[in-house]
């Protein structure tokens, strides 16, 4: 394909409201309609709550190190990771 060089640029511009709003609608879809999502949510802390309970003490250093640095939320009962 040949290039030409006039130095003139062309803008391209695409708007995808449309298309998110599609991918939403079958993001819910997929979900399916018995999907609740407080159930999920309250699952979610669960596994938090096991993925960071009983940690050794290295474990927990390195715990407390990411939370320091800012890449892991500290965690605090009834509260959902950011």
Request: charged residues 30%; proline residues 5%; without cysteine.
């Amino acid at each position: 394909m040949p290039q030409h060089d006039d130095g003139v640029h062309a803008v391209f511009e695409i708007d995808l409201t449309l298309e998110e709003a599609r991918r939403r609608a079958e993001v819910v879809t997929a979900l399916g309609s018995d999907w609740n999502p407080m159930e999920a949510m309250r699952a979610e802390e669960e596994a938090y709550d096991a993925l960071y309970s009983n940690l050794d003490a290295r474990q927990q250093e390195t715990y407390d190190m990411l939370v320091a640095a800012g890449v892991l939320p500290r965690r605090r009962p009834g509260h959902a990771a950011d």
